[in-house]
């Protein structure tokens, strides 16, 4: 839990995976991307963005108070009909949210409902309205294990192993230049927290020798000029 140790993390992302999914099988229809609630419009513009900056809309809502973890999804704010309407949110619990906003869509006149989410809970009674919903689609990654008696037939679930492989390449990149980084500065052994001490030093002596991309593209380059120094010092 953020804010409680010290150690760095790494956050991973599934919207890419899920965003690539869904423009492979409907990137060919008219589509717009819609947020379940005002508050996820940010969310929702990367999404739109991903798919070839389709159109966005979100989903007025106000709180049950006297049920948890349910709202009242009241209109549907932009253009959604004749439209193929994603609808993204970031976890589905007992899918009384998202159904009744796929509901409120689909009585604007779209043409039809993808429900894509990276978590899927899926607590009682999620999977008997999920398989009930006027979505077409419901596809959400593995991030959570999903147990036979919570899959259905409009169910998709997507690996986030992709995610974690950029992650690994990008984190051992970051480790083959810190250490030819304190080689070539003769640092034996790192200092305390030697991304934080060592990582400005790499990114400004990659400007300084025109490396763009030093963690990416260019990490070769980097490795280079660090082997040079080094060879150099010797």
């Known amino acids: 839990i953020q804010g409680f140790f010290d150690g760095p993390v790494d956050h991973l992302m599934a919207r890419p ?5 869904v423009k492979d099988k409907y990137g060919d229809r008219k589509l717009a991307v819609v947020s379940p609630d005002a508050g ?3 969310v929702a513009e990367q999404w739109s963005r991903q798919l070839g900056d389709v159109p966005l809309a979100f989903i007025h809502k106000t709180r049950n ?4 973890n349910e709202s009242v999804a009241n209109r549907v704010v932009g253009e959604v009909e004749g439209r193929w309407c994603v609808l993204v949110d970031d976890m589905i619990d007992t899918a ?4 009744k906003a ?3 869509i689909m009585a604007e006149g779209a043409a039809g409902v993808i429900i894509a989410a990276t978590h899927a809970i899926f607590s009682d009674p999620a999977v008997e309205r999920l398989a009930n919903s006027v979505a077409r689609e419901v596809i959400v990654t593995d991030t959570l294990p999903i147990t036979d008696e919570k899959k259905f037939d409009k169910l998709t679930v997507l690996s986030i192993a992709p995610s974690i492989l950029i992650m690994m390449t990008s984190f051992t990149r970051i480790v083959v230049v810190l250490s030819l980084l304190r080689t070539a500065l003769g640092t034996a052994t790192a200092p305390p927290n030697s991304q ?4 400005p030093l790499m ?3 990659a400007r300084e020798h025109g490396i763009a991309d030093p963690l990416g593209a ?3 380059r980097l490795a280079a000029l660090f082997a040079a120094a080094n060879a150099h010092r010797d």
């Not at 995976?17 to 999914?21: C, K, R, S, T, V």
């Not at 108070?65 to 948890?68: E, V």
């Open 218 to 220: 260019d990490a070769g």
């Open 203 to 205: 990114l400004r002596a």
């Open 196 to 199: 934080g001490y060592l990582l």
């Open 102 to 104: 796929a509901d409120a």
């Open 17 to 21: 995976i899920l965003a690539d999914y």
């Open 96 to 99: 009384g949210t998202i159904t």
């Open 65 to 68: 108070i006297d049920r948890p």
């Open 40 to 42: 996820r419009i940010k």
